[in-house]
């Protein structure tokens, strides 16, 4: 079970980053894929979650509009589109993955199982 989380970086307010998250097979099939962050001194935080079918996306009120998550199966890869970053969007983001989490409890970090390493997401002003 592997998840490697990669694309973030050092940005200024307003613009933007594009996430990825790769996985191995295993790890990505008829699983839901989700996007959580974790600023210095805060919980970690839903972001954005897709499942499998991508028949309906699930996102934070605070990013909502503004962050895109999709994937694409054939290459076990998620992603998250990131435009007009602000400065409380800087967490370290880490991508997880549950064959089992409902959608009630999809916000919910202790409903997945795998977990990437996390890449930093830096907003300065």
């Known amino acids: 079970v592997q998840l490697q989380a990669s694309g973030g970086g050092l940005v200024q307010a307003g613009d933007s980053l594009r996430l990825s998250c790769a996985a191995s097979p295993q790890t990505f099939r008829d699983r839901v894929m989700v996007w959580f962050r974790q600023a210095p001194g805060k919980e970690r935080e839903f972001v954005a979650a897709?499942?499998?079918?991508?028949?309906?996306?699930y996102y934070a009120d605070s990013v909502k509009g503004r962050f895109t998550i999709s994937r694409d199966n054939a290459k076990n890869t998620m992603y998250l589109q990131m435009n007009s970053l602000k400065r409380e969007d800087t967490a370290v983001y880490y991508c997880?993955?549950?064959?089992?989490?409902?959608?009630?409890?999809?916000?919910?970090?202790?409903?997945?199982?795998?977990w990437g390493q996390g890449t930093q997401v830096t907003v300065s002003s």
């Open positions: 997880a993955a549950s064959s089992s989490v409902i959608t009630s409890n999809i916000r919910n970090s202790n409903a997945y199982s795998y």
């Open positions: 897709i499942p499998r079918s991508r028949s309906a996306t």
